[in-house]
């Protein structure tokens, strides 16, 4: 079977140059502040493309309250989750990401999460739930090997 190059680049030093070029493009003009949050914001979309789409909202659009403040709580969450993982590159990044560093951090929050909330060992059951229906759908590229559907 023979792989069609639908974009038309010759290889991979070919496709680094494109994006480097992009850039440098996407840089000119700007000043160290406004080249670093356009970085941020290029590492976001670069994580995202790798992660693939994150879950949907599990509330139900009709159940205006709730879907709002889930949505809300998402919003919010993400905020505080790329504020930590940015204050923690300090550590030699690592691949696939998060570093060991990242991982730990990453791990407490969201034990310190749960530990907050009534009835912690139920909503980290449900919370394993869900990840394990999400992972049907779409596997975390972090995982060892995809489920058997």
């Not at 406004?34 to 970085?39: F, G, L, M, P, V």
């Amino acid at each position: 079977m023979t792989l069609v190059n639908k974009w038309k680049i010759p290889g991979w030093g070919a496709a680094q140059l494109q994006i480097r070029e992009a850039v440098d493009f996407l840089y000119e003009g700007k000043n160290q502040a406004e080249r670093q949050e356009i970085a941020e914001e290029l590492v976001e979309i670069i994580r995202a493309s790798a992660k693939g789409e994150e879950p949907q909202i599990q509330a139900e659009p009709l159940a205006r309250v709730e879907h709002a403040r889930e949505g809300w709580a998402r919003m919010v969450a993400r905020y505080i989750i790329n504020g930590a993982l940015g204050a923690s590159e300090r550590s030699p990044l690592s691949w696939p990401p998060p570093s060991p560093d990242q991982a730990a951090l990453l791990r407490e929050i969201a034990k310190l999460a749960l530990w907050h909330l009534p009835n912690a060992a139920d909503e980290a059951r449900r919370l394993v739930k869900t990840m394990e229906i999400e992972q049907l759908k779409q596997p975390h590229p972090g995982d060892d090997e995809p489920p058997e559907i």
